[in-house]
């Protein structure tokens, strides 16, 4: 069942989730070791075996939960108002006592924040009732992504214990952040220019048994660290900036048209391909790369 991210995540692979999953070889067992919003995992079939991970705990957290008590979730969040002072009281006063109660707070904070950076000194108020999910659909969303997650394992693990743990033939998406990116400023966990090196290292090393589709900025210095892998292709997507929020002065004109360019490396080719679409798909990005 193909749905839409719970959350809302700086860096989500929502609008390039179609070329990505045009890419992927038959698996069937699907690992992302960056998990964030989930936007391709939440997009693509589910198959035998799937592990989100995510060093954030309390994203991981927040899922778990749902996967485990979505009601009891929708009941904590039962009347709740997007305003921003209860952005202000969940930010700076709530104490979560226990995991439902962090799930609460990580699930409110999300959906009410300026494009769903939860990195507490830059997490601010971001709902608008036009562009944004409303409270009352919450449930919804909370049920169906509870369906969704249902005997999925899910870890808050560094990325190397994931890749070491894989399982011989596992499909691996990977979702790192930006190399060059104020990706500091998003996430709880970012990324120091070592675990660039160490991520690259990894994966090298486990070449031979783990298939995988890693997405990252398209600079010279990433394309020098994976210049061991066997297919990197530049892709281009468009985005519509459809949510406002109250720094104005920092993001675009809502519903203005942006482009997202990323490299993607993979290391398998064609002639690992088992999914339908693959063979013309990569045709057609080295077609236009
Ligand atoms: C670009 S985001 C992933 C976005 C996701 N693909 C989506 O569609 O929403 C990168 C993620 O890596 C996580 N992360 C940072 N360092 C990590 C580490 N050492 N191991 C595992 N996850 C890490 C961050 O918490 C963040 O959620």
């Known amino acids: 069942m ?37 936007s391709v995992f939440f997009a ?5 075996e799937n592990w989100l991970n995510d060093m954030d705990t309390e994203l991981i957290n927040c899922l778990s939960v749902i996967q485990k008590r979505p009601q009891d979730l929708i009941a904590a969040l039962e009347g709740e108002a997007a305003t921003k002072e209860r952005h202000k009281y969940f930010k700076n006063e709530y104490q979560p006592r226990n995991q439902l109660e962090r799930a609460k707070r990580w699930f409110y904070l999300n959906r009410t924040s300026y494009s769903g950076i939860m990195m507490m000194q830059n ?18 969303n909370i049920l169906r992504t509870s369906e969704k997650l249902k005997g999925v394992k899910l870890t808050s693990l560094d990325f190397e214990d994931v890749i070491d743990q894989a399982p011989d033939g596992a499909f691996l998406f990977l979702d790192p952040p930006y190399f060059n990116a104020d990706q500091d400023k998003f996430y ?16 090298r090393r486990h070449a031979d048994r783990l298939t995988y589709l890693i997405t990252y900025d398209n600079s010279p210095e990433v394309r020098e660290i994976y210049s061991w ?46 999914a339908p679409l693959f063979d013309e798909a990569i045709q057609y990005a080295y077609s236009i790369a």
């Open 2 to 38: 193909e749905i839409n991210s719970p959350f809302r995540y700086p860096g989500g692979k929502f609008y390039a989730r179609k070329l990505i999953m045009e890419l992927l070889p038959i698996h069937d067992f699907y690992i992302e070791p960056f998990a964030g919003g989930g």
């Open 123 to 140: 997490c601010f108020w971001g709902y608008g009732d036009k562009y944004s999910m409303r409270p009352e659909n919450w449930p919804r």
């Open 188 to 203: 709880t966990h970012s990324f120091a220019k070592d675990d660039h090196f160490r991520l690259s290292d990894v994966l």
């Open 44 to 48: 693509k079939e589910k198959v035998k």
């Open 229 to 274: 892998a066997n297919h990197i292709l530049e892709k281009e997507w468009n985005y519509t900036i459809s949510r406002t929020d109250d720094q104005k002065t920092k993001i675009k004109r809502k519903g203005s048209r942006s482009k997202g360019r990323e490299i993607f490396i993979l290391n398998y080719g064609p002639s690992y391909q088992q």
